[in-house]
């Protein structure tokens, strides 16, 4: 279990991280990428658990260092797909508000 809290508190830091390097960050909230970090890494250390990969020499690691490479990579994705759409929809509107 001990092993679920350091990837909780891990991933929720890179999102954080992610979060602040993103020049776009301005579009969306702070707690987005931590939280989609979070949930992504969490998910994948349970599924890695239940199918049986924790505490066996040679596949430790997986339950640990995975789940933290997919929560930083779920982030990123996120954050890019966010930020494009986003600054997209808001020129939209802006271009429908000032033609009126």
């Known amino acids: 279990m001990l092993s679920l809290i350091v990837v ?3 991933t ?5 991280v992610v979060w602040a390097n993103d020049k776009r960050h301005t579009k969306y909230g702070i707690s987005v990428p931590a939280g989609v970090a979070a949930f992504v890494g969490m998910l994948s250390w349970i599924i890695f658990m239940a199918a049986g990969f924790g505490y066996q020499p040679g596949l430790t690691w997986i339950p ?3 789940p933290l490479i997919l929560g930083a990579a779920a ?3 996120a954050v890019v797909y966010l930020g494009r759409t986003r600054a997209r929809h808001d020129t939209e ?3 429908a508000i000032l033609k009126l």
């Open 8 to 10: 909780a508190m891990v």
């Open 12 to 16: 929720v830091a890179v999102g954080f």
């Open 64 to 66: 640990w260092i995975l």
């Open 75 to 77: 982030s990123i994705a």
């Open 93 to 95: 509107r802006l271009t």
